[in-house]
């Protein structure tokens, strides 16, 4: 799959443009929706301890319980979306907090493992290579009909290797690029910042995609 050069710098600075706000978006679930709402929550156990009445108590209880499970959940979200690691420490650290929700979520096992030092890439190659997995992923939740899959990074002198896999139900490949946006996508991105996505599948056998980004 190819992209013509201007295309290529259009479709880049749509996606950047994407991601800017999705960041924003996380940070003001974090900070701002989910900060409030834990200062609601201090307040309900607050009245909670003042409450006589047992009745009125156990309700103040239940408002305070699901107010705390409101907050998990944005708190989740805002993870899912943009995962705070990603920029402070990593893709690795990134991709094993978003697999800890993942597999909360899902109930599917994920199995990664990493070989090689990793080095440092840029912010743009760390979200487009974690945008790439988390699709792949949420294609095995949606489609692969399987409770395990693995990821394998390998980091050599200039290239970085990701092996994303699935022993679920398959799919044929070419009438999937013209169903799904989102494999189109994968691929898309990874041309963008000069890497490579090809995905192979056999029905009945599972799914592998190969992620290849040049380290200079």
Not at 16 to 27: G, Y
Not at 36 to 48: A, E, K, P
Request: net charge negative; aromatic share 6%; charged share 20%.
């Amino acid at each position: 799959m190819e992209i013509q050069p201007a295309k290529k710098n259009i479709s880049s600075y749509i996606i950047q443009s994407q991601e800017d706000e999705i960041k924003r978006i996380a940070l003001e679930l974090h900070e701002g929706v989910g900060q409030t709402l834990y200062s609601l929550y201090t307040g309900m156990q607050f009245i909670q301890t003042a409450v006589d009445q047992p009745e009125m108590k156990g309700y103040v209880g239940d408002m305070a319980q699901m107010m705390e499970k409101t907050i998990q959940e944005i708190r989740l979200l805002a993870v899912e979306l943009h995962p705070p690691a990603l920029g402070t420490l990593g893709l690795l650290p990134a991709l094993k907090s978003y697999l800890k929700l993942y597999t909360s979520t899902y109930g599917i096992t994920v199995d990664l493992q990493n070989e090689g030092m990793e080095v440092q890439i840029s912010e743009r190659e760390s979200i487009t290579l974690f945008r790439v997995c988390q699709e792949a992923l949420a294609n095995i939740a949606r489609y692969a009909d399987t409770m395990s899959a693995s990821i394998f990074l390998q980091w050599k002198p200039g290239q970085l290797s990701i092996n994303i896999e699935d022993k679920g139900m398959g799919f044929d490949v070419d009438a999937g690029m013209q169903k799904s946006s989102g494999l189109a996508a994968m691929i898309e991105r990874m041309c963008l910042i000069s890497g490579k996505c090809v995905i192979s599948s056999k029905i009945g056998e599972g799914t592998t995609i190969d992620i290849s980004l040049p380290l200079y």
